[in-house]
T-cell receptor, first 114, second 113 residues
């Protein structure tokens, strides 16, 4: 089984709809991240969480919100989706307690906003 | 100016060629340097991890860091069609380290049989 899972894998929605992307991990890592990937722009950090009570904005947090329901679960919400939020979204985890920045990525969610 | 610059390619080489992938950066505080490989429709996976300057070798892959020039490279020897993927460099700083990685844009590599 995959260590970092994301649901759904693909989602098509309409402008103005609220949607939630979910991430679960079985790695036991403390830190979790949400990124979006756009052609030519690489990976950009949306939000990150060091633990359940510690959530921080990343580079491009406007239009997004997150919830860390448990150490293993981190969800990303688009309150009112817009077409320029069409992108590939990745969840990642890291085990900073081991003194490394290595991040482990999920398989991604392809989101299309019409 | 972006903190990390990476030539997006695409880069196309014949099987068996030596491939050189590069990134430049502007933040002298970066101490940890990584290369991730991303296959189509998959999440990035860690390929190489280096700390500070120097070289690190793992099989056909060699990661090189030159902090004085703010330049990192990934060399692939005897490239194979299975190496066809997008390669992303990533880095982070030591002081005030929040675990945040800064990624390059990624270079798409195609190795032709």
């Amino acid at each position: 089984d995959a260590d970092v899972t994301q649901t759904p894998r693909n989602r098509i929605t309409k402008t103005g709809k609220r949607i939630m992307l979910e991430c679960s991990q079985t790695k036991g890592h403390d830190r979790m991240y949400w990124y979006r990937q756009d052609p030519g722009l690489g990976l950009r950090l949306i939000y990150y969480s060091f633990d359940v009570k510690d959530i921080n904005k990343g580079e491009i947090s406007d239009g997004y919100s997150v919830s860390r329901q448990a150490q293993a679960k981190f969800s990303l919400s688009l309150e009112s989706a817009i077409p320029n939020q069409t992108a590939l979204y990745f969840c990642a985890t890291s085990d900073f307690a081991r003194g490394t920045d290595t991040q482990y990525f999920g398989p991604g969610t392809r989101l299309t906003v019409l | 100016q972006k903190e990390v610059e990476q030539d997006p390619g695409p880069l196309s080489v014949p099987e068996g060629a030596i491939v050189s992938l590069n990134c430049t950066y502007s933040n002298s505080a970066f101490q940890y340097f990584m290369w991730y490989r991303q296959y189509s429709r998959k999440g990035p996976e860690l390929l190489m991890y280096t700390y500070s300057s120097g070289n690190k070798e793992d099989g056909r892959f060699t990661a090189q860091v030159d902090k004085s020039s703010k330049y990192i490279s990934l060399f692939i020897r005897d490239s194979q069609p299975s190496d066809s993927a997008t390669y992303l460099c990533a880095m982070s700083a030591v002081s005030g380290n929040t675990g945040k990685l800064i990624f390059g844009q990624g270079t798409t590599l195609q190795v032709k049989p």
